[in-house]
């Protein structure tokens, strides 16, 4: 059974960071795309950053672009979303995933079959 596990959310101020981590259990979890959702209150799910297997080729929200960066250890299995410059309206759960093959975007979260359970950011004023 896949398991995607998140973690390192919390509460921050503006301006802080944060570094979320993915742990995956994947046998071959170097071939996956991985990409990190958030969904505010009220707001549907979107976007954040993704990395690609085999090469690692990174794609970024315009939002995002600048202040976060999305990284991958394929020997532990994890992938990391550093988030920098944190604004109030980061604010939201964060979910990890993973795709085996990407046939479309993947900026779509129909891209992904696996997610995680969501780990919550809090950035305060």
């Known amino acids: 059974q896949v398991q995607l596990v998140e973690s390192g959310g919390g509460l921050v101020q503006a301006g802080g960071s944060l570094r979320l981590s993915c742990a995956a259990s994947?046998?071959?979890?170097?071939?996956?795309?991985m990409g990190w959702f958030r969904q505010a209150p009220g707001k549907e799910r979107e976007f954040v950053a993704a990395i690609r297997g085999n090469g690692g080729t990174t794609f970024y929200a315009d939002s995002v672009k600048g202040r976060f960066t999305i990284s991958r250890d394929n020997a532990k299995n994890t992938v990391y979303l550093q988030m920098n410059s944190l604004k109030l309206e980061d604010t939201a759960v964060y979910y990890c995933?993973?795709?085996?093959?990407?046939?479309?975007?993947?900026?779509?979260?129909?891209?992904?079959?696996?997610w995680g359970q969501g780990t919550q950011v809090t950035v305060s004023s």
């Open positions: 995933a993973a795709a085996s093959s990407v046939i479309g975007s993947v900026r779509d979260r129909g891209t992904y079959a696996y």
């Open positions: 994947l046998r071959t979890f170097g071939r996956y795309a």
